[in-house]
């Protein structure tokens, strides 16, 4: 099992910044990838960048420019740089963690309970 805690959420101005953090424990050896997802009430979770081993790196369109996600693999733990932040960027936002099942050709997914980020004047 693989377990992830977030923080750095927070209240910005826009075109502030922040910086997330999630770090994972436990059976961290069979991540494949990680990533940050986004949610508002009403609206689908989706996918704002993502990171796999090797540390090739993928972002939706609508952060690409202003966020950057990192690895610390002594550390075990991810961040998500948001940079030149914007009142529609306001969600909760989750980690998420894709773990390799041996044997099995697949994995599974894994979720953080999520951190506030809320972009406001």
């Known amino acids: 099992q693989v377990q992830l805690v977030e923080s750095g959420g927070g209240l910005v101005q826009p075109g502030g910044s922040l910086r997330l953090s999630c770090a994972a424990s436990g059976s961290t050896i069979l991540i494949a990838a990680m990533g940050w997802y986004r949610q508002t009430p009403g609206k689908q979770r989706e996918m704002v960048a993502t990171?796999?081993?090797?540390?090739?790196?993928k972002y939706a369109d609508s952060v690409k420019g202003r966020f950057t996600i990192s690895e610390d693999n002594a550390k075990n733990t991810v961040y998500l740089q948001m940079n030149s932040l914007k009142p529609e960027d306001t969600a909760k936002y989750y980690c998420?963690?894709?773990?390799?099942?041996?044997?099995?050709?697949?994995?599974?997914?894994?979720w953080g309970e999520g951190t506030l980020v809320t972009v406001s004047s």
């Open positions: 990171i796999a081993r090797g540390s090739s790196t």
């Open positions: 998420n963690a894709y773990v390799w099942v041996v044997g099995a050709g697949s994995g599974i997914n894994y």
